[in-house]
């Protein structure tokens, strides 16, 4: 069974940084991609951004670029989301997610999710 444990929310003032990690684990099969999905309170859901690993290539949504950076130590089995210049409209629910089985910025089509970790932008 897969499991996905997201790591490193918290509370953080405009401007400021934070790094999200997601540690995977009972992983059997191929896992083709790897994301972060946000979920903003009375918003839908956005994948910020995703990672290839067959290419290393990886994706952000606009409201992101240049802010964020996902990235992976394999060795480790982790994947994180690095967060700069967070705004508050960053503040919301952060999932890792694996096996993508469609597009990359449609939440709808990741199948393994992790429980998620909030975090929450203030001024």
């Known amino acids: 069974q897969v499991q996905l444990v997201e790591s490193g929310g918290g509370s953080v003032q405009i401007g400021g940084s934070l790094k999200l990690s997601c540690v995977v684990s009972g992983y059997s099969g191929y896992r083709n991609a790897m994301a972060w999905i946000r979920q903003a309170p009375e918003k839908e859901r956005e994948v910020v951004a995703a990672l290839y690993h067959r290419n290393g290539n990886s994706f952000y949504a606009d409201s992101v670029r240049g802010r964020f950076a996902i990235s992976q130590d394999s060795t480790k089995n982790t994947v994180y989301l690095q967060m700069n210049s967070l705004k508050p409209e960053d503040t919301a629910v952060y999932y890792c997610?694996?096996?993508?089985?469609?597009?990359?910025?449609?939440?709808?089509?990741?199948?393994?999710w992790g429980k998620g970790t909030l975090v929450t932008i203030s001024s």
């Open positions: 997610a694996a096996t993508l089985r469609g597009t990359w910025n449609r939440p709808g089509d990741w199948g393994d």
